[in-house]
T-cell receptor, first 113, second 115 residues
Framework: LAKTTQPISMDSYEGQEVNITCSHN???????ITWYQQFPSQGPRFIIQ???TKVTNEVASLFIPADRKSSTLSLPRVSLSDTAVYYC??????????????FGTGTKLQVIP | SAVISQKPSRDICQRGTSLTIQCQVD?????MFWYRQQPGQSLTLIAT?????????ESGFVIDKFPISRPNLTFSTLTVSNMSPEDSSIYLC????????????FGQGTRLTVV
């Protein structure tokens, strides 16, 4: 199972772009990289998923270099409501994949006014 | 997307008693997962529940302590048995998207306090 390493916490001012990097040196060929967001007293919520290069949706961008040993979640112009814990997951998510994926420690993002 | 409802949302229980947590999904799903999240910690998978078969437990979790039912494709229960204060946690139900997407959906969790 690919182990992930990400910063424990980050602070950012409102309106700034936030980049959270996750290391996954032993990522396997079939593994995807997935990011979840968790607010207090709620379950995690899917943000974005990618396999290689760059993926963008209405919420975030995910940058994955060619060697796929790391990835960066980019949140444009954060607001106070983006204060949450962000988890990086690596694994083959298809057909029961979440049974084999471990949630890491996550990154606690605090957005400051 | 799948909408998951968990009941109860929170409870305070006496040690030695048991609590059954219900998880209802608004669509039929093959795989359901139960997680535990201790205060300030990440999520730990307890077990995977497929309809019509015994749940598969992760290392450190046993059926006698956390019996699981999965009577149909939209419902599951997790029981926390013979509770102690160490069982105080948030318990979360999760499902995978059966349409081939690789997204998991989570309930809002059940916050359990054992006194």
């Amino acid at each position: 199972l690919a182990k992930t390493t990400q910063p424990i916490s980050m602070d950012s001012y409102e309106g700034q772009e936030v980049n959270i990097t996750c290391s996954h040196n032993n990522i396997a060929t079939n593994d995807y990289i997935t990011w979840y967001q968790q607010f207090p007293s709620q379950g995690p919520r899917f943000i974005i998923q990618g396999y290689k290069t760059k993926v963008t949706n209405e919420v975030a961008s995910l940058f994955i270099p060619a060697d796929r040993k790391s990835s960066t979640l980019s949140l444009p112009r954060v607001s106070l409501s983006d204060t949450a814990v962000y988890y990086c997951l690596v694994g083959d998510m298809r057909g029961g994949g979440y049974q084999k994926v471990t949630f890491g420690t996550g990154t606690k993002l605090q957005v400051i006014p | 997307s799948a909408v998951i409802s968990q009941k109860p949302s929170r409870d305070i229980c006496q040690r030695g008693t048991s609590l059954t947590i219900q998880c209802q999904v608004d669509s039929q799903v093959t795989m359901m997962f139960w997680y535990r999240q201790q205060p300030g910690q990440s999520l730990t998978l307890i077990a995977t529940a497929n309809q019509g078969s015994e749940a598969t437990y992760e290392s450190g979790f046993v059926i006698d302590k956390f019996p699981i039912s999965r009577p149909n494709l939209t419902f599951s229960t997790l029981t926390v048995s013979n509770m102690s204060p160490e069982d105080s946690s948030i318990y979360l139900c999760s499902v995978e998207d059966d349409r081939g997407n690789t997204e998991a959906f989570f309930g809002q969790g059940t916050r359990l306090t054992v006194v």
